[in-house]
């Protein structure tokens, strides 16, 4: 595998860009900003997403979408998920069957509450390996060591992007169990955002171990319920994703959170934010994935009704600790 391609100019997308380059020949990113894509070729650096950190030199930023897919042998999009569906019909012209696609989009796709790697799959019927993981695009950028997971249920697909993309400071292990996956990198979102408000109200330690492990308790029998495995849940994907979005100060869900706590509007936060949180749109596909598939998410159905029925932040934990008791 020589020739790949990023579709995606955020953090994310810039950031694999860099750790990504000295594994390809020929890398392509597409970016969808014509003025950033410009800038970028010049000045070697994403100013609006990731400043400070280089473009290797080999890698050519496109803003179209033909050029970034020709001759690509491996096409990975991070990409927000609200986008994803359209964007694959755009790329659709340019693509064939002989591509290795990979998706590093967290979150589910409203209305149809579908998985990425399936909202791929119903534009274009192909093999789809998902990355995810406990992955801070700053500390991929800077070549910091990051553990990460690749799954795919054809496990030979799996093995050759784990060998294609692991280096000395991104090591990917291959999981078979994309469901648990996908749950586990969309749902740790919302979670986060409830993390945000207990580190916000100020309500210590404890109240955020607890939170983290109820809302693991939480995403682990939505994946089950789903056909995937716990042990998935357990492990980087998972546990791992979830610490990291829950406790890490670049955690964009967990400052909205945090900035719900102190009083703010969420409109006025969404507005003043660069990047999407995937937490706010992916809230209300969780909960109705947990109604169809009769799992109880309590956490997941308070960050509902603080998001999206105007629930105070103090309130939603008083209604998680109020709850009648049951064995863990």
Not at 22 to 48: C, G, H, I, K
Not at 155 to 169: D, H, K, W
Not at 321 to 326: A, E, P
């Amino acid at each position: 595998m020589k020739n790949l391609a990023i579709i995606g100019g955020g953090s994310w997308g810039t950031a694999l860009a860099i750790i990504l380059a000295p594994r390809f020949p020929q890398l392509r990113l597409w970016v969808y900003e014509a003025d950033l894509a410009a800038r970028m070729s010049v000045t070697r650096e994403n100013d609006v997403y990731l400043p400070g950190c280089r473009l290797p030199g080999h890698v050519e930023v496109v803003n179209q979408l033909p050029a970034a897919l020709d001759g690509a042998e491996i096409v990975l999009s991070a990409i927000p998920s609200h986008l994803v569906r359209g964007l694959y019909q755009q790329m659709l012209p340019f693509l064939n069957e002989s591509m290795v696609f990979v998706s590093a989009t967290k979150g589910l796709e409203n209305g149809t509450l579908l998985r990425m790697s399936e909202v791929i799959q119903e534009v274009l019927p192909a093999r789809v390996a998902v990355i995810s993981g406990p992955t801070f695009a700053l500390e991929v950028a800077r070549s910091e060591p990051t553990a990460l997971v690749v799954a795919s249920p054809d496990g030979t697909l799996a093995e050759i992007v784990q060998g294609a993309f692991s280096g000395p400071t991104f090591r990917l292990y291959a999981n078979l169990d994309t469901i648990g996956v996908e749950i586990g990198g969309s749902v740790k979102n919302v979670v986060a955002i409830g993390a945000g408000v207990v580190d916000g109200l100020g309500l210590g330690h404890n109240a955020m171990a607890a939170l983290i492990t109820r809302g693991l308790a939480e995403i682990t029998r939505l994946a089950v319920a789903m056909g995937g495995t716990a042990q998935t849940l357990a492990g980087l994907a998972g546990l791992g994703d979830l610490v990291l979005t829950c406790t890490g100060d670049l955690s964009r869900n967990r400052m909205v959170g945090v900035a719900l706590a102190h009083g703010r509007k969420l409109e006025e936060i969404v507005s003043s934010m660069r990047m999407v949180a995937e937490g706010l749109k992916t809230t209300n596909a969780v909960s109705a994935l947990a109604k169809r598939h009769s799992v109880e998410m309590p956490i997941c159905e308070q960050m509902l009704q603080m998001l999206q029925f105007g629930l105070s932040p103090r309130e939603a934990i008083q209604r998680l600790m109020d709850r009648s008791l049951k064995g863990e």
